[in-house]
C-alpha cells in the first residue's frame, strides 16, 4: 500500500510552518509500540547501554528524529536515510496505527538532529507499508518506506541486506525519550535472538519510545539489517524487537523504486 500527500512547495511550507519549536517540545513517543503479548525469544546477550552516537560520521549520518501527527496528538520517532537520497526507512506504526487504520502525517524528517539543530530538514511526498501491518496487527509487518519531497545532501545511504543476522553483532540507534529527552542520537551495541514470530530481539536494550524507526545495523558497517519496532511495557524488563527483512521487505523496496 502506498499514499502519496500534497507535493507542493505550499505544503512543504506547511509542514515546516506547522513543527513550531513549542510543538517539537510537546510532541511524544507513541505508546502503540508497547507490547505485552511478547513472543518468546532466544536469550543470547545482553545490550550496551545506550551512549551518544556520533552524527558527523555514517553511519549514523544517515540517521535523523521524525516527528510526525496522528489524531490530535504530535508524536517523535527515528527514522534513516536508505539506498537513496530522497528515501527514508522508518516503523510502519510511524506511518500508520495498526488498530484503526489511521494514516499519520506532517512528517518532518531531521537528519543528524541534536538538541533542536539538523543537518537538514526534509518532509515526506509518499508513504508505503504492507498491508499486512493493518490487516494482521503483527511486529513483523512493522516497517514502511517514505519518498521524501526533497533530496538529501547525503550522498552515501545506509543500504540493507535480508541475510540471517541471527546471533551476529549488531548496533542500533534512535532518539529513546528515556535518554538526554530524546533530544540527542544514541547508540547501543549487541546481537540479536529470532522470536520465532517473524521477529528478532536484542536483549538488554535500553532504548524506549522515541526510538522506533532507527536502524539496525551489521556492526561496524552501513547495513540496514532491522529496525527499532517494539519494547516492553514494564520499566523493569529491557528489550527491544524488530521484524525480519526478508524477502516481503525487499517486494516492498522494489515496488517503491516504481514511485521513484
Given at each position: 500500500?502506498?499514499?502519496?500527500?500534497?507535493?507542493?512547495?505550499?505544503?512543504?511550507?506547511?509542514?515546516?510552518?506547522?513543527?513550531?519549536?513549542?510543538?517539537r517540545?510537546?510532541?511524544?513517543?507513541?505508546?502503540?509500540?508497547?507490547?505485552?503479548?511478547?513472543?518468546?525469544?532466544?536469550?543470547?546477550?545482553?545490550?550496551?547501554?545506550?551512549?551518544?552516537?556520533?552524527?558527523?560520521?555514517?553511519?549514523?549520518?544517515?540517521?535523523?528524529?521524525?516527528?510526525?501527527?496522528?489524531?490530535?496528538?504530535?508524536?517523535?520517532?527515528?527514522?534513516?536515510?536508505?539506498?537513496?537520497?530522497?528515501?527514508?526507512?522508518?516503523?510502519?506504526?510511524?506511518?500508520?496505527?495498526?488498530d484503526?487504520?489511521?494514516?499519520?502525517?506532517?512528517?518532518?524528517?531531521?537528519?543528524?538532529y541534536?538538541?533542536?539543530?539538523?543537518?537538514?530538514?526534509?518532509?515526506?511526498?509518499?508513504?508505503?507499508l504492507?498491508t499486512?501491518?493493518h490487516?494482521?496487527?503483527?511486529?513483523?509487518?512493522?516497517?514502511?518506506?517514505?519518498?521524501?519531497?526533497?533530496?538529501?545532501?547525503?550522498?552515501?545511504?545506509?543500504?540493507?541486506s535480508?541475510?540471517?543476522?541471527?546471533?551476529?553483532?549488531?548496533?542500533?540507534?534512535?532518539?529513546?525519550?528515556?535518554?538526554?529527552?530524546?533530544?540527542?542520537?544514541?547508540r547501543?551495541?549487541?546481537?540479536?535472538?529470532i522470536?520465532?514470530?517473524?521477529?528478532?530481539?536484542?536483549?538488554?536494550?535500553?532504548?524506549?519510545?522515541?526510538?522506533?524507526?532507527?536502524?539496525?545495523?551489521?556492526?561496524?558497517?552501513?547495513?540496514?539489517?532491522?529496525?527499532?519496532?517494539?519494547?516492553?511495557?514494564?520499566?523493569?524488563?529491557?528489550?527491544?524487537g524488530?521484524?525480519?527483512?526478508?524477502?516481503?521487505?525487499?517486494?516492498l523496496?522494489?515496488?517503491?523504486?516504481?514511485?521513484?
Open positions: 500500500m502506498s499514499y502519496t500527500y500534497d507535493a507542493d512547495e505550499l505544503n512543504r511550507k506547511r509542514i515546516l510552518d506547522y513543527w513550531t519549536p513549542e510543538r517540545a510537546s510532541a511524544i513517543p507513541d505508546e502503540s509500540w508497547q507490547t505485552e503479548a511478547r513472543p518468546g525469544a532466544e536469550d543470547v546477550t545482553s545490550a550496551t547501554d545506550p551512549q551518544p552516537a556520533d552524527t558527523s560520521e555514517m553511519p549514523f549520518a544517515a540517521g535523523g528524529k521524525l516527528f510526525f501527527s496522528r489524531g490530535n496528538k504530535n508524536y517523535v520517532a527515528s527514522a534513516e536515510i536508505i539506498c537513496r537520497p530522497n528515501l527514508v526507512l522508518t516503523a510502519a506504526h510511524c506511518v500508520q496505527d495498526k484503526s487504520g489511521a494514516l499519520c502525517e506532517n512528517f518532518l524528517f531531521e537528519r543528524c541534536c538538541e533542536g539543530s539538523s543537518a537538514e530538514s526534509l518532509t515526506f511526498r509518499t508513504v508505503a504492507k499486512y501491518w490487516g494482521q496487527k503483527q511486529w513483523k509487518w512493522d516497517y514502511a518506506f517514505a519518498i521524501l519531497n526533497e533530496t538529501s545532501s547525503l550522498t552515501s545511504p545506509l543500504t540493507y535480508t541475510e540471517d543476522v541471527n546471533g551476529r553483532e549488531l548496533t542500533a540507534f534512535g532518539y529513546p525519550a528515556n535518554y538526554y529527552d530524546g533530544k540527542k542520537m544514541v547501543i551495541d549487541g546481537s540479536s535472538g522470536t520465532g514470530s517473524g521477529t528478532r530481539e536484542i536483549r538488554g536494550d535500553k532504548m524506549r519510545g522515541g526510538s522506533s524507526g532507527g536502524a539496525w545495523l551489521l556492526r561496524d558497517s552501513s547495513t540496514v539489517v532491522g529496525l527499532n519496532s517494539y519494547g516492553p511495557v514494564s520499566e523493569t524488563e529491557a528489550y527491544v524488530s521484524p525480519v527483512l526478508d524477502a516481503e521487505f525487499d517486494s523496496y522494489q515496488y517503491v523504486t516504481t514511485l521513484l
